[in-house]
């Protein structure tokens, strides 16, 4: 793996990647690292067209570049740049409304959600080979609600996303190496929706809702099935594209929308596969858990610890998980898009001053926003963010 | 010994907390025809949607059994609501509702709108990405004292403001209290939109919404 070679501040005593190491072990680095996740941000604050900056490579390398140069810097990049839209929806496994497609010009990415999954699937995944299933269910489903895979059938498919990893490697390759040579460390090199979300997702709400009650059992039979192929497909690509670490995407199993016996019985023995294998392989795991995981921590305390990131959008509260889970896994977050959008730099830093000092006592955390920094985000707001981490952030 | 409709009453409470979907409408039937009225049964569902409620509240339920109960609440309702032709209670109050524009998710939306509505309010559902002109036609439309608005992005809090500008301007401010709802919002936002209430939980904001009928009154 490609170390980086600069450190990010002259006062720094170790670089970003021996940091991001520190603080997922616990450790306590010379400095809290932290995290800019500004793919829907980077457009608007470069005045770039977002339907450009979504399909066109180059647009959106200058505008992240052009972010970092006004706004940074910062220890880790977050690259969500989807090159390819089937890519995009094969990880996400969303169907996903474009600017200047189905959207406007100026407007990022936005979900539209049905239910494209059938009870049916559910069965069909469990006659699945556990070392494809995973693989082979998302290829299926994404002829169903992907414009690029419409009517490609089950063999014209595979070509189709192949080319499109190709071209996010390619992509990959030369995008990073510019923050990579600015002292950055690269956040993943892999991301996926989980299984037991992707159902939620694809069989819509209400459909899913009744499946909980009237057929759980194949849920998590479904969920379990798909997860060895979810992993190693996640250390493949992970290890193709060169960055050791997968950010599993768990946009449905918070107690925002499931209870917590549900999560026990149906989500966690499917999550606890991937993420064991991941660590297993010598990768990191970046847990996404938007919403409130606060009754989760219990079980989630069965993983292994010193190991993963446990990323968290603002409706967990942090400072509970720092007491509860922050002896087990690196915390991230959570600096929440409302004050990040209507706030004042004073607020921003307060907020910011008020992590590091609890959630980041003693090592083990992260600074970044609760999810995505929002496109409408204030850059002072911003900057309040970079600088609260020079401020404050030194141990 | 228990008459039929005692009997017919209890298989539909049954029914309803054990979110047999599937089986509800045949219930219903049977109720209706031991001589059941049906504003008892709308009654009934209030009360098992109340009850499912303050589990909800007190984190013994979650959102699979409030979308459950929700879409319980929507079949009984479609099938009793064109037998009552006369008789029927009287709305506790009206609720305009929508997701602002900028914004296209519904879930929230729909969610608060099948619980206020078994709770007793009228609800007047814009849908989503819904220009802030249309929410203050309706309120004109309807005199409606309470504006439901669900933001899950932060896209939507132009819009959001605007709606307030807009009922400034035309003098509808005093007379509509504003409730914005979704995983994006905090309670900073009472101050900094000027709005009257904020929650993440659908059901809150039921109760929020009792809470101003009963305040308007009482003024």
């Known amino acids: 793996m490609r170390k980086p070679i600069k450190k990010i501040y002259e006062k720094d005593r170790m670089t970003a990647e021996e940091r991001l190491q520190m603080v997922v072990g616990l450790g306590q680095p010379d400095r809290v690292p932290l995290s800019m996740m500004l793919y ?60 200047g497609d189905e959207l406007p010009d100026d407007v990022m990415t936005q979900i539209d959600e049905y239910e494209y999954m059938k009870p049916e699937d559910y069965d069909e995944i469990l006659k ?54 600015r002292g950055l460390v690269v956040q993943m090199g892999y991301q996926a929706e989980m299984p037991f ?10 459909p899913f809702s009744m499946d909980l009650f009237q057929r759980p059992d194949i849920i998590r039979r479904a969920a379990l099935r798909l997860a060895p192929s979810f992993a190693e497909s996640a250390i493949l690509f992970a290890r193709i594209m060169g960055a050791p670490r997968v950010q599993c995407y768990m946009h449905r199993t918070s107690n925002s929308f499931i209870s917590p016996r549900h999560f026990e019985q149906l989500v966690f023995p499917g999550v606890e596969e991937i993420v064991c294998r991941i660590i297993d392989a010598g990768m990191t795991p970046l847990l996404h858990c938007d919403g409130d995981w606060t009754k989760n921590f219990k079980v989630l305390r069965r993983l292994p610890a010193k190991k993963i990131i446990l990323e968290l959008d603002g409706l967990t509260d942090i400072f509970r998980a720092k007491e509860e889970i922050g002896d087990v896994m690196c915390l991230f977050g959570d600096v929440p898009a409302e004050k990040l959008v209507m706030g004042s730099p004073q607020e921003v830093d307060e907020y910011c001053h008020r992590l590091i000092e609890e959630v980041g006592k003693g090592g083990g955390f992260i600074l970044a ?24 952030g030194y141990y | 010994m228990e008459t039929e409709k005692e009997v017919g009453m209890k298989g539909f409470r049954d029914a309803f907390q054990a979110f047999q979907i599937d089986s509800i409408e045949k219930e219903v039937d049977k109720i209706l025809s ?65 997701t602002p524009k900028g914004d296209l998710h519904n879930l929230g939306k729909d969610i608060f709108g099948i619980l206020a509505e078994a709770s007793g309010f009228d609800i007047y559902d814009l849908g989503v990405d819904v220009p802030p002109e249309a929410f203050i036609r309706k309120l ?53 939109f000027k709005i009257d209430a904020q929650t993440r939980d659908a059901y809150e904001g039921v109760r929020i919404a009792q809470s101003f009928i009963i305040h308007r009154e009482e003024a």
């Not at chain 1, 979300?197 to 209400?206: G, K, L, N, T």
């Not at chain 1, 926003?369 to 404050?392: F, Q, S, T």
């Not at chain 2, 669900?150 to 132009?158: D, E, K, P, Q, R």
């Not at chain 2, 007379?175 to 994006?184: E, T």
Request: aromatic content about 12%; some cysteine.
């Open chain 1, 40 to 99: 829907n941000y980077a457009p608007f604050h470069t005045g770039i067209k977002a339907s450009d900056y979504v399909t066109k490579p180059d647009v959106y390398m200058q505008a992240m570049r052009k972010v970092y140069e006004d706004l940074g810097p910062w220890d880790i990049y977050y690259n969500i740049n989807p090159v390819s839209r089937l890519i995009d929806s094969f990880v996400l496994m969303m169907k996903l409304l474009y600017p």
């Open chain 1, 128 to 181: 699945m080979s556990f070392y494809f299933a995973d693989t082979v269910f998302r290829a299926k489903m994404i002829t169903r609600f992907c414009k690029e895979a419409k009517g490609a059938g089950s063999l014209r498919i595979w070509p189709k996303l192949g080319w499109g990893l190709l071209r996010q490697k390619m992509f990959w390759s030369r995008d990073w190496r510019w923050f990579r040579e």
């Open chain 2, 34 to 98: 031991s001589g059941v009225a049906p504003q008892e049964i709308l009654n009934e569902c209030q009360k098992r949607m109340e009850e499912i409620g303050t589990k909800f509240e007190a984190g013994e339920y979650f959102l699979p059994e409030l979308v459950m109960a929700g879409e319980i609440f929507k079949k009984v309702n479609a099938k009793i609501k064109p037998l009552m032709t006369s008789g029927r209670k009287e709305a506790i109050g009206k609720i305009v509702l929508g």
């Open chain 1, 197 to 206: 979300d992707v159902f939620s997702m694809a069989r819509a709400v209400v």
């Open chain 2, 140 to 192: 004109e439309e309807t005199g409606a004292p309470i504006l439901g608005i669900s933001v899950l992005l932060t896209s939507a809090f132009s819009s959001l403001q605007e709606i307030v500008r807009l009922l400034e301007e035309k003098g509808m401010r005093d007379r509509v209290s504003i409730i914005v709802g979704g995983g994006v919002t905090t309670r900073d936002m009472i101050g900094r």
């Open chain 1, 369 to 392: 926003a609760g999810c995505e920094i929002p496109y409408n985000a204030k850059p002072e707001n911003l900057k309040a963010m970079v600088k609260a981490v020079c401020k404050y």
